[in-house]
């Protein structure tokens, strides 16, 4: 069992950046997927983007792509989601998660209790 904690949210103006982080417990980290999922009010949860467990393959939304970065270290337990342009509408609570296994995934098990994101404009 692995759990997250995420941090770095905040207010930012629009064009802006933010850097969240997720600090997971657990002495094997680098054996779990990880993902970056998003809510806004009256929203469903959204996908943002995932890593694999080894770091090396990404995926995201069509909606960050090329704004959004997702990273990992595994020596420090931790994923990243950088944040470049920010708009209004990625105005969310932000979350991460993990599920135990190799590849990139898109179903998690285990979710942190989200970070707040507010982009101004």
């Known amino acids: 069992q692995v759990q997250l904690v995420e941090s770095g949210g905040g207010l930012v103006q629009a064009g802006g950046s933010l850097r969240l982080s997720c600090a997971a417990s657990g002495r094997t980290f680098s054996s779990y997927a990880m993902g970056w999922f998003r809510q806004a009010p009256g929203k469903k949860r959204e996908f943002i983007g995932a890593?694999?467990?080894?770091?090396?393959?990404?995926d995201y939304a069509d909606s960050v792509k090329g704004r959004f970065t997702v990273s990992r270290d595994n020596a420090k337990n931790t994923v990243y989601l950088q944040m470049n342009s920010l708009k209004p509408e990625d105005t969310a609570v932000y979350y991460c998660a993990a599920r135990y296994g190799m590849g990139i995934m898109y179903d998690y098990n285990f979710w942190g209790q989200g970070t707040q994101v507010t982009v101004s404009s």
């Open positions: 890593i694999n467990s080894g770091g090396s393959i990404t």
